[in-house]
């Protein structure tokens, strides 16, 4: 987490972003219980791992299941996106940070807690602010439309393709309303954890309960969750339509004279803001703590938003974009026939995908250039042990002002991290990095900030993928970490 939101979706980027596995098996190398006789795991084949490295312009080549990109979209999703989605989306998430930040400013215990919540929430708040802009700068809607203008003129001398796009046009503008409430919901609704969390308890098994509320309430703040609820439900009722609000919710608000009286006495009343009052109100038979569960005005105000969920938006925003979906399957095969030329490489869809690129610096504004790789200086040059984020371990440190690198030094530094032009998405965290010889060069786990509307275009001048070189997992495993016996298991070449 090194460098944690500051430098997430950012280059230059010095985080070793990486988890280690062991597998055990039997002693036969079969699956086994466990038991202090198992050894680990010999797989048929692995990975071997290079030492080489790469340098600027060799070949980069990337495999995972990655999540969904959307290259061939209409401009009218585009345009959601960009003036509707969006904007929305990135304003409740910036609200709820900045509560958030003030908060966690106060003291370092709650500095820690919501530190992971924080990343959460920041993830997609800062993707979506570069996603809009790139969008922006590459001026896809006008290339969108552009596109169907000239699909709609060979389309009339092609009768199977005939109106599809104004059909597809249709349905999009009957599916707005219904994504923008879906946006509300998820986005403001369930910032509220108090209600997420006794909705979740009203469901589970008895037997789970403690459990849960031992984890729950351990990162926990009422106070937070508070002035989020009284921000983020404001908002809803404000830029929500009428159609989408839930009735028993508004009564309540109407009758207790607004949105902050509301959370008043929602957090005032409820027995889930607290360990002590949830055990209070589990601690007696089972029949007695569903009674005292059901009437809670937490899991109330979950029941008026996620049936208002249920009943009015998630069935026909699926529906509708099942249709949509359906169509685009006419309208790809209809753009492969009028651009026989053309190539169009799949979209990720949550399948096993392969992207091929090279390592590549890349200029992320006039009159400067990024270098493809990053080295343990600018971990030193960013070490700050008064701010969390960029506090190293002391081991590393002492590392540094050793030198004493072992054979993991190029250069007289350790490498870190570096960049490549292979198309990735979500989900391609942790997918590996080969070089042009099938060996192991590094992981995969970001993207630069100017590469995040590559889900929608691909722009080869900018977007860049974002690895930790395997040779820092590596030093840190064996000279951080103290675990360089594992190594002896690796095919390190």
Known sequence: KFGGDTDNWMWPRHTGDFSLFRIYAGPDNAPADYSKDNVPFRPRRSLAISMRGLREGDFTFIYGFPGQTQQYVLSDAVDYLLNRGNPHKIALRTMRLDIMSEEQAKDADTRIRYASKHASVANAWKKWQGESRGLERLGTLGKKREQESRFDRWAASHPQYTGLLGWMKALYAELEPYAFARDYYNEAYRAVELSRFASAVRRMPVSKRAAAARAFYKDYSPSIDRRIAE??????????????????????????????????????????TAPERFERMTAGDSATAQAAIEADPAVRLADAFDAVYRDRIFGRYRDLSASIASLYRTYMRGLMEMEPDAVFYPDANLTLRVSYGRMEGYKPLDGVYYTPQTTLEGIMEKDDPTVYDYNIPQRLRDLYASKDYGRWAVDGTVPVAFLATNHTTGGNSGSPVLNGRGELVGLNFDRTWESTMSDIEFDPSKCRNIAVDIRYVLFLIDKVGGAGYLLDEMDIR
């Open 231 to 272: 921000r983020m439900l404001g908002q809803y009722l404000e830029n929500v339509p009428q159609e989408f609000r839930p009735e028993a919710f508004v009564r309540t608000v109407d009758s207790l004279g607004g949105v902050r009286e509301f959370v008043d006495d929602l957090f005032g009343n409820s027995l889930f």
